[in-house]
């Protein structure tokens, strides 16, 4: 259990699926994800997260928990640690429950699963992706001290359309250099002058 302020992350239950269905099912969800939507039954969504919840060598899938009840909220993934080269992808944040897309989950389970891949996985580098046009996502990235490594044009197919992806990276000296902030009102105010720059430059594919 990975512990924070006001959320832990733990590794999935085969029972979360029953969650991680209706998540999975959002449409506003499934429009933010860099992936094609998917058509998935109860059966599929249980087989995923039991294999999710028993193996956690290359991939390891987080349950994003309220410390005052325990409640499931969402969850998050690292994807594709390797070990050797002492670098994996943090997969991203997903807030199944809409009261608590206000932003502050989401930042405090990114600072404690980027704390966890360098301080416990002992990784040099972590890349992270998003959609070109999702500016919140963007904006976290750049206030954490991620660098922007570029773009992928039409990397999936979603839609009706193809999909551009903004590509991350972050290495552990710059972890361990990252811009630190007082209070959430002096982050807040470093994501609203960020989204304002991307959106001013923002390249339509």
Not at 29 to 57: D, F, G
Not at 120 to 133: E, V
Not at 136 to 152: N, P, Q
Request: hydrophobic share 35%; glycine share 6%.
């Amino acid at each position: 259990m990975i512990i924070g302020k006001y959320i832990y992350l733990r590794l999935f239950e085969p029972s979360d699926y029953e969650l991680t269905y209706l998540w999975h099912s959002d449409p506003y969800i499934q429009k933010m994800i860099c992936a094609p939507r998917r058509v998935i039954s109860k059966e599929i969504e249980k087989n995923w997260v039991l294999s999710k919840s028993t193996n956690n060598i290359k991939d390891i899938y987080l349950a994003i928990c309220l410390k005052e009840n325990d409640q499931m909220i969402g969850w998050y993934s690292i994807n594709n640690i390797d070990f050797q080269n002492r670098k994996c992808h943090l997969g991203g944040v997903v807030i199944g429950e809409k009261q608590y897309r206000d932003g502050l989950a989401h930042k405090e389970a990114g600072e404690l699963a980027t704390e966890y891949v360098f301080n416990q996985l002992n990784m040099h580098k972590a890349t992270g992706s998003c959609l070109s046009t999702h500016i919140m996502s963007r904006a976290s990235m750049e206030a954490g001290g991620w660098h922007f490594d570029g773009v992928e044009r039409d990397a999936f197919f979603k839609d009706g359309q193809y999909h551009t992806i903004c590509h991350y990276s972050i290495l552990e000296n710059e972890y361990r250099n990252a811009p630190i902030y007082e209070s959430e009102i002096e982050y807040a105010k470093k994501i609203v002058e960020i989204s304002r720059r991307i959106k001013k430059v923002l390249i339509k594919f």
